[in-house]
């Protein structure tokens, strides 16, 4: 398609129908990670570690063994060696072997006939521990005394003379920072630290699994990406990929978090050893927060220069992150978003990995970004305060444009902030007036987004009915997005189409659904691929009408002659098309693989009203506004949705929810009454704005719209609450207590 | 354990069971008789996914036990349409957007009618505490309130 086509009028993409999975979710029909079952199913249990750091000295499970309807045990020793390198981490992580790293980490599995007799065989088991020094905080972790979370675990990169406990160290910049520093008229510096939050997703972890000794088996998971399972069970269990068939389950959230292994390996060795019986095992809400996600815990520093009328002049970051026990935080993806709203003559990143004795950090929305935006955009508003400055100006001032080098090198190509900051300074949000006790609070925040592999393909139904099949989990509205693109691309009514999400057998490797990436990606495939059944259609009506089928075109569902030239011939509809395949050629179908380039980086302006109780420190959230790039809004209601639900998670991490350790080094919080994610009447409603500037590298403008939206809250609400009270908190989540504290002390929290 | 012989109604059918007297109704409902459509979160009544009415209550059936269910009446996600169409609060959230993920939706839509079953002209902020036990990672919970107060104003209207 013609860039300039970009502007043209949609007849289906950016209308609101009805999602094609819609009757299946109000009803309970969908079958999601638990809900299936099968003929001889074993059920499964896992027996994990209460300490944060031990050595496993032994562990023996006759006692478990003889429970009547205990059917296999399962240790490190049932898995394979000489593993090494990140499949070793991922072994590592799936069972521990010599050592227990965290509260929570697995030791032993049991399948048995009832979940009763597996959790009373979990008991049974008996290991014998010696427990180890542990070490929880970033800060703590980067000290060179602290104690050793795994030795030798740094990699080339880390500096001399570094804590054992770095596992890698970034640094990068352009432009001379202190002639920058020395050419501003005010230059500020603080840290920030947050701690780290779960992905939170309602469904727990579940799958079902089954493998015989001839290495075949297959899976029905809850998962983001079914090739990532596929291939990260393979490689821990010695199999081949492609004897592995995973299937993937209608799935309860994952927001990062379910796009790697943690049950399901185990599943699978317990089925191979009961004889190839299906096992089943579902995690329990504890499970989810101790031994999965979540993400990193970040202590920061930030030093940026402006000029008095507000030009930003250098910035420097410096981020420790820690990501538990086998490295893996986010540092690099937070680095490169710290400064990539502004265009600054000279930027410097410096980065730490740091292990800790936790559980091993996943993905989560924007993994990084957020802690970034907290840090860089609670400084600017300091800035902002400072100078009397408005937030929105200095954004504008500085923001990044078309063909700007970013802070961490590509040059951006046609993006949004601009029209975005714009948006939010017209919006009435922006000049409602507050009472006594409240504060507003601006931030900017950025997704890099991501392509990634990607395969799909699409074929006619004999009714000219079309079914799609793409292999990215729907877990906000897929669906409904690739079926209207699919509607535009043919002519053809969105009802008229299903997409089906595929197990790993029907098309090549697919990425997860991760990065923001399923709408993008899948559904510039699904574009390529139904091209080629369009041409293949031109192809068969110009056969039959003997023209060249160059003399063919598509238009709104129907072949039709070119031009007079081409002949005078009634235009043929996909339906007869369709009737017809059989006596044309058999079937047409179409299919496209590739590694989706052209993401479109995504940009989000929020502002947040507050007010704060003085006596109690309970921040209030009075109003909230959400103004983000899409490019273009495939279907605006669930683009709306993602800003929605992206501000939320933001808002639950900047007030609520955090990971508390006791001096034991174990997780005290792990059930959703303590850690506490954003209930209804927590909330007001979360205004939007979608800005719409099309993404000149995808053929319908769409850019990842996932991801963006839980990075500015952080510090729109640090900022707002700073307003309302004058206190600044540094460190989350701001609770009451913290909240109060700061009042009365003048303590940022840190 | 010995298990035990329960005799109940769920969505006005006669059904019977073998309960293990440690299984939860939401066990029994799920892994006994296949409705899978009341969901697991938490286990420990925090979530609200697996929501079902009670002999009259809003309850979490996870916080019943299955032997409790002897002689009483359930209501579960399975039994809210109509034969013909969907409950006005399913329809509504279909066309609303008011679901990303859907795996809470069963359990709000259990309690989002409890509520207009009781009051059908709330006020958001009732909206808001009377949901105030039913997680939702994905939405924001914006178009869910949207979506129980238009259904709300529908009901209204049409009586």
Redesign the interface.
């Known amino acids: 398609m013609a860039k300039d086509e970009l502007a043209k009028e949609f007849k289906y993409i950016g209308t609101?129908p009805?999602?094609p999975?819609?009757?299946?979710?109000?009803?309970?029909?969908?079958?999601?990670g638990?809900?299936v079952?099968a003929v001889g199913m074993l059920h499964g249990a896992v027996l994990r570690s209460p300490y944060a750091h031990a050595r496993i000295k032994s562990i023996n499970f006759e006692k478990a063994a003889k429970l009547d309807g205990v059917k296999a045990i399962v240790t490190r020793d049932d898995f394979p060696v000489g593993i090494d390198g990140d499949t070793l981490k991922l072994l590592e992580n799936t069972i521990a072997g010599e050592f227990a790293y965290y509260d929570g980490h697995a030791i032993a599995a049991v399948a048995a006939t009832?979940v009763?007799i597996a959790k009373e065989a979990i008991n049974e088991i008996e290991v014998e521990y010696e427990v180890l020094p542990h070490v929880i905080d970033v800060d703590e972790a980067i000290k060179p005394e602290a104690p050793v979370v795994r030795e030798n675990a740094g990699d080339f990169s880390v500096p001399e003379g570094s804590s054992p406990n770095v596992a890698s160290y970034i640094e990068f910049g352009t432009g001379d920072i202190n002639s920058g520093f020395d050419k501003a008229d005010l230059v500020k510096s603080g840290r920030f630290k947050t701690e780290a939050a779960h992905?939170?997703?309602?469904?727990?972890h579940a799958c079902m699994a089954q493998l015989d000794h001839d290495g075949q088996g297959e899976m029905w998971v809850c998962t983001q990406g079914h090739w990532y399972i596929r291939q990260m069970c393979a490689s821990v269990l010695g199999l081949e990929a492609s004897k592995l068939c995973v299937t993937p389950s209608?799935?309860?959230?994952?927001?990062g978090g379910k796009t790697t292994i943690f049950i399901e390996p185990l599943a699978l060795a317990l089925s191979k050893k009961s004889g190839g019986r299906p096992v089943k095992i579902?995690m329990?809400?504890a499970e989810v927060l101790r031994a999965t996600g979540p993400t990193a815990s970040a202590s920061m520093d930030v030093k940026i220069g402006i000029t008095k009328d507000g030009y930003l002049t250098s910035g420097l970051v410096e981020f420790r992150m820690q990501g538990g026990a086998f490295g893996g935080s986010p540092v690099s993806e937070a680095l490169q978003c710290a400064f990539a709203s502004y265009n600054m003559p000279a930027v410097h990143h410096i980065g730490y990995d740091i292990l800790a004795n936790r559980p091993r950090a996943a993905a989560y929305r924007a993994p990084g970004s957020p802690m970034a935006a907290f840090a860089v955009e609670s400084l600017i508003d300091e800035i902002c305060t400072d100078l009397n400055l408005d937030p929105i100006d200095v954004r504008l001032k500085n923001a990044v444009k078309e063909g700007d080098k970013s802070s961490y090198g590509p040059k951006f190509k046609k993006i949004g902030l601009i029209e975005t900051l714009e948006a939010t300074k017209d919006h009435p949000n922006y000049s409602i007036s507050l009472g006594d006790n409240q504060g507003r609070g601006v931030a900017a925040g950025y997704w890099m987004n991501h392509g990634g592999e990607t395969s799909v393909s699409v074929s006619l139904a004999e009714d000219g009915s079309v079914n799609v099949t793409v292999g990215t989990p729907d877990?906000?509205?897929s669906r409904a997005s690739i079926a209207l693109m699919t509607a535009e691309t043919y002519g053809i009514p969105y009802n008229s189409v299903r997409v089906n999400i595929a197990e790993t057998g029907a098309l090549g490797f697919n990425e997860p659904t991760h990065g923001s990436r399923a709408t993008l990606a899948s559904g510039k495939a699904v574009y390529e691929a139904a091209n080629q059944t369009i041409s293949e259609m031109c192809k068969r009506v110009a056969k039959k009408w003997q023209i060249d089928p160059d003399a063919v075109f598509w238009d709104n569902g129907y072949a039709k002659p070119a031009g007079p030239n081409a002949g005078d011939f009634s235009p043929i509809s996909i339906k007869q098309i369709a009737s017809e395949m059989d006596q044309t050629g058999g079937p047409i179908a179409g299919h496209h693989e590739a590694s989706i380039r052209g993401v479109g980086h995504s940009f989000g302006v929020h502002i947040a009203d507050v007010e704060v109780d003085p006596e109690t420190g309970r921040i209030t959230v009075l109003r909230y506004l959400v103004a983000q790039d899409a490019g273009r809004a495939i279907?605006p209601?669930?683009v709306?949705?993602q800003f929605?639900?992206?501000?939320?998670?933001g808002i639950g991490w900047a007030l609520n929810e955090e990971y508390v350790y006791g001096t034991d080094g174990c997780l005290q919080n792990a059930?959703?009454?303590d850690y506490r994610?954003?209930?209804?009447?927590?909330?007001p409603?979360?205004d939007t704005v979608i800005v719409e500037v099309p993404n000149p590298d995808h053929p319908f403008g769409v850019r990842g719209v996932g991801e963006t939206g839980i990075a500015p809250p952080l510090p729109a609400l640090a900022n707002a609450v700073a307003a309302a009270t004058n206190v600044r908190l540094r460190s989350l989540p701001m609770s009451p207590a913290k909240v109060l504290k700061a009042i009365k002390t003048g303590s940022d929290g840190c | 354990m010995t298990k035990i012989h329960v005799k109940t109604n769920i969505n006005g059918d006669k059904v019977e069971f073998l309960a293990d007297p440690r299984e939860t109704l939401l066990d029994c409902l799920r892994d006994h008789i296949g409705l899978t459509g009341s969901k697991e979160g938490c286990g420990t009544g925090d979530c609200g996914a697996c929501s079902c009415i009670f002999d009259g209550d809003l309850v979490s059936s996870c916080l019943v036990l299955g032997v409790e269910a002897e002689g009483k009446s359930i209501e579960t996600i399975e039994g809210m349409a109509g034969e013909k169409e969907l409950h006005p609060l399913q329809k509504k959230f279909i066309e609303m957007a008011a679901l990303q993920c859907g795996f809470c939706t069963p359990g709000i839509l259990i309690a989002a009618k409890a509520l207009l079953d009781r009051n059908n002209d709330p006020t958001e902020s009732e909206v808001r505490y009377w949901l105030a036990g039913n997680l939702c990672r994905c939405t924001g919970y914006d178009k869910i309130i949207k979506a129980v107060m238009e259904t709300a104003r529908d009901i209204r209207e049409t009586a």
């Not at chain 1, 999975?21 to 999601?32: E, I, N, Q």
């Not at chain 1, 209608?250 to 927001?255: A, H, K, L, P, R």
């Not at chain 1, 929605?644 to 998670?649: C, D, I, S, T």
């Open positions: 609101r009805d999602r999975d819609g009757f299946d979710k109000v009803t309970g029909r969908a079958k999601y638990a809900d079952a009832s009763h992905q939170g997703y309602i469904e727990p209608e799935i309860g959230g994952g927001f579902v329990s809400r877990i906000g509205g279907h209601s669930y709306e949705g929605q639900g992206g501000a939320v998670q059930a959703f009454l994610i954003p209930v209804a009447s927590d909330l409603n979360i």
